[in-house]
């Protein structure tokens, strides 16, 4: 059989390319948007104007990231939590269909751990370093694309303009902090496992200890920050 015949036949009789393959790995990239202001007319009229105080989350397969902030040096202040759990004293708005990324999940989960690295529990500030600039970081290293600018436009109001910062945005609600588990926390190994542990740990804390009182934590300013924008930390949520 003349050897340009089998070149053709072994072409045809191959498994798919690396482009099919690659495709395999697809996956999307999904912004979860939250509304911090107490529902009601205020919060109506600036969510339609497009200037809400607002906590987003990246969500990747079964696990939704964000950032907050916490009192504790050295440790990251990015967690995950499962996706549409809404952060204390918010309200669940909507969902963007950001963008793709053809990343394997040991490339997602070194980036994720290289950005968390870089968003310290103690470096949050509402206005210049928040879970909106987390989630636009994130986004930009996963898909090369910002996330959209007015997730963050109450803070560059906020920045230009202070005295215009509604008092509604630092009124703590009555819980303590958001619900999720630390990048920093130990995990067993597999994510399944991991969503176990941590829904375990939540059930014991309900059981066997009293309700979380409300505290004074301030962001890198010195700002009252509220409690949706409060990472929790690993193993104990308390925030002295």
Same mark, same amino acid.
């Given at each position: ?138 986004? *930009? &290293?996963?898909?090369?694309? !910002?996330? =959209?600018?007015?997730? /963050?436009?109450?803070?560059?109001? %906020?920045?230009?303009? +202070? ?40 059930? *014991? &804390?309900?059981?066997?200890? !009293?309700? =979380?009182?409300?505290? /004074?934590?301030?962001?890198?300013? %010195?700002?009252?920050? +509220? ?14």
């Amino acid at each position: 059989m003349p050897s340009s015949s089998r070149t053709s036949r072994d072409k045809r009789s191959r498994p798919a390319s690396s482009n099919n393959s690659r495709a395999l790995e697809k996956r999307e990239i999904t912004i979860n948007i939250y509304d911090l202001l107490p529902p009601g007319k205020l919060s109506s009229v600036l969510w339609t104007l497009g200037g809400g105080l607002l906590h987003s989350g990246v969500v990747i397969g079964d696990k939704e990231y964000a950032y907050g902030g916490h009192g504790r040096k050295g440790l990251t202040g990015v967690y995950w939590t499962k996706p549409h759990v809404e952060p204390p004293g918010g309200t669940w708005r909507c969902s963007l269909l950001h963008g793709f990324t053809f990343r394997s999940d040991t490339e997602i989960a070194a980036l994720i751990k290289e950005v968390s690295e870089e968003f310290q529990g103690t470096s949050y500030n509402l206005l210049t370093n928040n879970c909106n600039h987390f989630t636009n970081t994130l986004c *930009e &290293r996963l898909t090369n694309k !910002p996330a =959209p600018a007015w997730l /963050n436009r109450a803070a560059a109001i %906020g920045l230009a303009l +202070p005295c215009v910062v509604p008092k509604e945005w630092c009124s703590p609600p009555d819980f303590e902090t958001a619900e999720g588990e630390l990048l920093d926390e130990d995990e067993p190994d597999g994510e399944d496992a991991a969503m176990l542990a941590g829904e375990q740990r939540r059930r *014991e &804390r309900e059981r066997d200890t !009293p309700p =979380p009182r409300l505290v /004074n934590v301030k962001d890198s300013s %010195g700002r009252d920050m +509220p409690p949706a924008e409060r990472a929790p930390l690993p193993h104990s949520r308390s925030f002295g």
